[in-house]
Protein backbone atom coordinates (compact mmCIF):
# COMPACT_ATOMS: atom_id res chain seq x y z
CA UNK A 1 0.00 0.00 0.00
CA UNK A 2 2.99 2.25 0.75
CA UNK A 3 4.27 1.45 -2.70
CA UNK A 4 1.10 2.58 -4.47
CA UNK A 5 0.64 5.48 -2.74
CA UNK A 6 4.14 6.68 -3.25
CA UNK A 7 3.09 5.84 -7.02
CA UNK A 8 0.26 7.76 -7.07
CA UNK A 9 2.14 10.87 -5.12
CA UNK A 10 4.41 10.46 -8.34
CA UNK A 11 2.26 10.75 -10.98
CA UNK A 12 0.34 13.66 -8.97
CA UNK A 13 2.90 15.14 -8.92
CA UNK A 14 3.76 14.66 -12.70
CA UNK A 15 0.88 15.87 -13.67
CA UNK A 16 0.77 18.43 -12.24
CA UNK A 17 4.10 19.55 -13.74
CA UNK A 18 3.20 18.93 -16.67
CA UNK A 19 0.10 20.79 -16.42
CA UNK A 20 1.49 24.09 -15.28
CA UNK A 21 4.48 23.51 -17.79
CA UNK A 22 1.32 23.47 -20.78
CA UNK A 23 0.31 26.33 -19.19
CA UNK A 24 3.43 27.92 -19.31
CA UNK A 25 3.68 27.51 -22.96
CA UNK A 26 -0.07 28.66 -23.58
CA UNK A 27 1.01 31.98 -22.10
CA UNK A 28 4.41 32.80 -23.43
CA UNK A 29 2.81 32.18 -27.10
CA UNK A 30 4.62 34.34 -28.96
CA UNK A 31 3.96 35.96 -32.72
CA UNK A 32 6.81 35.80 -35.05
CA UNK A 33 6.68 38.71 -37.42
CA UNK A 34 9.62 39.18 -39.95
CA UNK A 35 10.78 42.38 -41.54
CA UNK A 36 14.03 43.91 -43.26
CA UNK A 37 16.46 46.03 -41.05
CA UNK A 38 15.57 49.52 -41.02
CA UNK A 39 12.19 51.22 -40.72
CA UNK A 40 10.28 47.96 -41.84
CA UNK A 41 11.52 46.10 -38.70
CA UNK A 42 11.28 49.86 -36.62
CA UNK A 43 7.30 49.92 -37.48
CA UNK A 44 6.89 46.17 -36.50
CA UNK A 45 8.59 46.87 -33.06
CA UNK A 46 5.83 49.84 -32.87
CA UNK A 47 3.18 47.40 -33.57
CA UNK A 48 4.79 44.95 -31.25
CA UNK A 49 4.44 47.75 -28.23
CA UNK A 50 0.95 48.35 -29.12
CA UNK A 51 -0.30 44.19 -29.87
CA UNK A 52 1.55 43.76 -25.96
CA UNK A 53 -0.64 46.04 -24.13
CA UNK A 54 -3.72 44.01 -25.47
CA UNK A 55 -2.23 40.80 -24.43
CA UNK A 56 -0.70 39.80 -28.02
CA UNK A 57 3.15 38.91 -27.42
CA UNK A 58 5.03 39.66 -30.68
CA UNK A 59 9.08 38.62 -31.25
CA UNK A 60 10.59 40.84 -34.16
CA UNK A 61 12.74 38.63 -36.53
CA UNK A 62 14.97 40.99 -38.56
CA UNK A 63 16.63 39.92 -41.96
CA UNK A 64 18.93 41.59 -44.22
CA UNK A 65 17.50 40.31 -47.92
CA UNK A 66 14.42 39.57 -49.45
CA UNK A 67 13.92 36.43 -50.52
CA UNK A 68 14.79 34.99 -47.01
CA UNK A 69 11.59 36.22 -44.87
CA UNK A 70 9.37 34.87 -47.47
CA UNK A 71 11.27 31.52 -46.95
CA UNK A 72 10.53 31.22 -43.48
CA UNK A 73 7.06 32.37 -43.90
CA UNK A 74 6.41 29.39 -45.88
CA UNK A 75 8.01 27.32 -44.33
CA UNK A 76 6.54 27.86 -41.04
CA UNK A 77 9.49 29.81 -39.11
CA UNK A 78 7.85 33.37 -38.97
CA UNK A 79 3.80 33.83 -38.37
CA UNK A 80 4.08 36.80 -40.39
CA UNK A 81 5.82 38.77 -42.56
CA UNK A 82 6.27 42.75 -43.07
CA UNK A 83 8.48 44.13 -45.71
CA UNK A 84 7.37 43.70 -49.39
CA UNK A 85 4.94 44.81 -52.26
CA UNK A 86 2.01 42.74 -53.34
CA UNK A 87 3.81 42.07 -57.33
CA UNK A 88 7.05 41.03 -55.31
CA UNK A 89 4.80 38.87 -52.82
CA UNK A 90 2.81 36.91 -56.08
CA UNK A 91 6.16 36.72 -57.97
CA UNK A 92 7.86 34.74 -54.67
CA UNK A 93 4.79 32.73 -55.12
CA UNK A 94 5.14 32.01 -58.55
CA UNK A 95 8.74 30.82 -58.39
CA UNK A 96 8.66 29.00 -55.28
CA UNK A 97 4.94 27.62 -55.38
CA UNK A 98 4.19 29.09 -52.19
CA UNK A 99 0.69 30.30 -51.37
CA UNK A 100 1.31 33.83 -49.22
CA UNK A 101 -1.31 36.28 -49.04
CA UNK A 102 -1.40 39.42 -48.03
CA UNK A 103 -3.68 40.56 -45.21
CA UNK A 104 -3.46 43.93 -45.13
CA UNK A 105 -1.53 47.24 -46.24
CA UNK A 106 1.28 48.83 -43.82
CA UNK A 107 3.66 51.64 -45.18
CA UNK A 108 4.41 53.19 -48.14
CA UNK A 109 8.09 52.68 -49.41
CA UNK A 110 8.71 54.35 -52.22
CA UNK A 111 12.34 53.92 -54.61
CA UNK A 112 13.65 57.19 -55.61
CA UNK A 113 17.57 57.49 -57.54
CA UNK A 114 19.92 58.64 -55.45
CA UNK A 115 23.81 60.05 -55.99
CA UNK A 116 26.64 60.98 -54.02
CA UNK A 117 27.78 62.86 -57.09
CA UNK A 118 25.05 64.82 -58.66
CA UNK A 119 22.23 67.14 -57.31
CA UNK A 120 19.74 67.37 -59.95
CA UNK A 121 18.66 64.87 -62.72
CA UNK A 122 19.80 66.70 -65.19
CA UNK A 123 23.65 66.87 -64.01
CA UNK A 124 23.56 63.46 -64.91
CA UNK A 125 26.25 62.91 -67.75
CA UNK A 126 26.32 60.82 -70.69
CA UNK A 127 26.95 57.18 -70.25
CA UNK A 128 26.51 57.37 -66.39
CA UNK A 129 26.31 53.99 -64.47
CA UNK A 130 23.34 53.59 -62.65
CA UNK A 131 22.59 50.70 -60.25
CA UNK A 132 19.46 48.75 -60.06
CA UNK A 133 18.21 45.52 -57.38
CA UNK A 134 18.80 42.37 -59.26
CA UNK A 135 15.39 41.05 -58.52
CA UNK A 136 13.23 40.20 -61.32
CA UNK A 137 10.07 42.67 -59.45
CA UNK A 138 11.94 45.05 -57.72
CA UNK A 139 14.13 44.99 -60.65
CA UNK A 140 11.77 46.10 -63.22
CA UNK A 141 10.46 48.67 -60.78
CA UNK A 142 14.09 50.55 -60.97
CA UNK A 143 13.41 50.39 -64.43
CA UNK A 144 9.81 51.97 -64.37
CA UNK A 145 11.83 54.54 -62.37
CA UNK A 146 14.50 55.54 -64.66
CA UNK A 147 11.44 55.84 -67.33
CA UNK A 148 9.01 57.86 -65.31
CA UNK A 149 12.54 60.34 -64.76
CA UNK A 150 12.49 60.38 -68.41
CA UNK A 151 15.64 58.91 -68.31
CA UNK A 152 14.96 55.78 -70.71
CA UNK A 153 11.63 54.46 -72.73
CA UNK A 154 10.54 50.61 -72.11
CA UNK A 155 8.56 48.91 -74.26
CA UNK A 156 4.34 49.53 -73.75
CA UNK A 157 2.86 47.75 -70.93
CA UNK A 158 5.80 45.61 -69.55
CA UNK A 159 4.92 47.24 -66.32
CA UNK A 160 7.07 45.72 -63.09
CA UNK A 161 8.17 42.41 -65.08
CA UNK A 162 10.28 45.04 -67.46
CA UNK A 163 14.34 43.49 -68.37
CA UNK A 164 16.87 45.43 -69.78
CA UNK A 165 15.86 43.87 -73.01
CA UNK A 166 12.78 46.10 -72.98
CA UNK A 167 14.42 49.48 -73.11
CA UNK A 168 13.64 50.90 -76.06
CA UNK A 169 15.61 54.32 -76.39
CA UNK A 170 18.70 55.03 -73.92
CA UNK A 171 19.38 58.18 -75.38
CA UNK A 172 22.13 59.17 -72.64
CA UNK A 173 23.46 55.62 -73.50
CA UNK A 174 23.31 55.15 -69.72
CA UNK A 175 24.93 51.74 -68.34
CA UNK A 176 22.71 50.30 -65.84
CA UNK A 177 24.09 47.42 -63.70
CA UNK A 178 22.03 45.19 -61.49
CA UNK A 179 23.21 44.96 -58.03
CA UNK A 180 21.73 43.18 -54.79
CA UNK A 181 19.39 45.41 -53.43
CA UNK A 182 21.24 45.10 -49.59
CA UNK A 183 24.47 47.06 -51.47
CA UNK A 184 22.70 49.44 -53.51
CA UNK A 185 23.66 52.22 -50.14
CA UNK A 186 27.31 51.10 -50.87
CA UNK A 187 27.14 51.20 -54.30
CA UNK A 188 26.81 54.79 -54.27
CA UNK A 189 30.67 55.04 -54.19
CA UNK A 190 31.26 53.29 -57.15
CA UNK A 191 28.29 54.51 -59.28
CA UNK A 192 26.63 57.83 -60.75
CA UNK A 193 23.59 57.19 -59.31
CA UNK A 194 21.30 54.20 -57.60
CA UNK A 195 17.83 52.75 -58.07
CA UNK A 196 17.31 52.24 -53.97
CA UNK A 197 14.21 51.26 -51.71
CA UNK A 198 13.81 53.69 -48.95
CA UNK A 199 14.92 50.94 -46.27
CA UNK A 200 17.87 50.34 -47.20
CA UNK A 201 18.94 54.27 -47.69
CA UNK A 202 17.72 54.78 -44.39
CA UNK A 203 19.07 51.47 -42.32
CA UNK A 204 22.59 51.94 -44.18
CA UNK A 205 22.50 55.91 -42.47
CA UNK A 206 21.98 57.99 -45.55
CA UNK A 207 19.85 60.80 -46.02
CA UNK A 208 16.96 60.62 -48.88
CA UNK A 209 16.52 64.01 -48.92
CA UNK A 210 20.30 65.23 -49.32
CA UNK A 211 20.91 62.65 -51.49
CA UNK A 212 17.94 62.14 -53.77
CA UNK A 213 17.28 62.44 -57.33
CA UNK A 214 14.41 61.44 -58.23
CA UNK A 215 11.38 59.74 -56.09
CA UNK A 216 9.09 57.51 -57.01
CA UNK A 217 4.96 58.55 -57.19
CA UNK A 218 2.72 57.88 -53.92
CA UNK A 219 0.54 56.68 -56.15
CA UNK A 220 2.58 53.71 -57.69
CA UNK A 221 1.49 50.09 -56.93
CA UNK A 222 5.03 49.00 -56.10
CA UNK A 223 5.46 51.76 -53.38
CA UNK A 224 2.43 50.07 -51.04
CA UNK A 225 3.82 47.31 -48.70
CA UNK A 226 1.49 44.42 -46.97
CA UNK A 227 1.48 42.33 -44.38
CA UNK A 228 1.67 39.19 -45.46
CA UNK A 229 0.89 35.47 -43.68
CA UNK A 230 0.22 31.90 -45.26
CA UNK A 231 -3.12 31.17 -47.55
CA UNK A 232 -4.12 28.78 -44.51
CA UNK A 233 -4.13 31.37 -42.02
CA UNK A 234 -6.12 34.19 -43.35
CA UNK A 235 -8.68 33.61 -40.79
CA UNK A 236 -6.52 33.68 -37.87
CA UNK A 237 -7.97 35.53 -35.06
CA UNK A 238 -4.58 36.77 -33.77
CA UNK A 239 -2.95 37.60 -37.29
CA UNK A 240 -5.76 39.12 -37.89
CA UNK A 241 -5.54 41.60 -34.12
CA UNK A 242 -1.64 42.13 -35.37
CA UNK A 243 -3.22 43.94 -38.87
CA UNK A 244 -5.53 45.75 -37.08
CA UNK A 245 -3.04 47.21 -34.83
CA UNK A 246 -0.56 47.66 -37.66
CA UNK A 247 -3.26 50.26 -38.92
CA UNK A 248 -4.61 51.85 -35.43
CA UNK A 249 -4.09 55.43 -35.01
CA UNK A 250 -0.96 54.86 -32.40
CA UNK A 251 1.18 53.32 -35.20
CA UNK A 252 -0.05 56.04 -37.82
CA UNK A 253 1.43 58.49 -34.84
CA UNK A 254 4.78 56.56 -34.98
CA UNK A 255 5.14 56.64 -38.69
CA UNK A 256 4.57 60.25 -38.99
CA UNK A 257 6.34 61.54 -35.86
CA UNK A 258 9.28 59.34 -36.64
CA UNK A 259 10.08 59.51 -40.47
CA UNK A 260 8.92 62.66 -41.22
CA UNK A 261 6.85 62.04 -44.11
CA UNK A 262 9.92 59.76 -45.68
CA UNK A 263 8.12 56.90 -45.02
CA UNK A 264 3.98 57.09 -44.40
CA UNK A 265 0.76 54.73 -43.88
CA UNK A 266 -0.61 53.21 -46.95
CA UNK A 267 -3.74 52.10 -44.99
CA UNK A 268 -6.30 54.55 -44.74
Not at 69 to 98: C, E, I, K, M, V
Not at 128 to 138: E, G, L, S
Amino acid sequence: MKKNKKVSQWLFGAALVLGLTGCGQKDEAVLKVGATVGPHAQVVEAVAREAEKQGLKVEVIEFSDYITPNAALADGSLDLNSYQHLPFLQTYNANNGSHLISLGESILMRMGLYSQTYHKLAELPDHARIAIPNDPTNGGRGLLLLADANLITLKPDVGHKATLSDIVENPKQLEIIEIEAAQLPRSLEDVDAAAITMNYMMSSGLDPKELGLYLESKDAALAVMVVAAREEDKDNADYQKFVKLYQSQPVRDFIQQTFNGTIEPAFQ
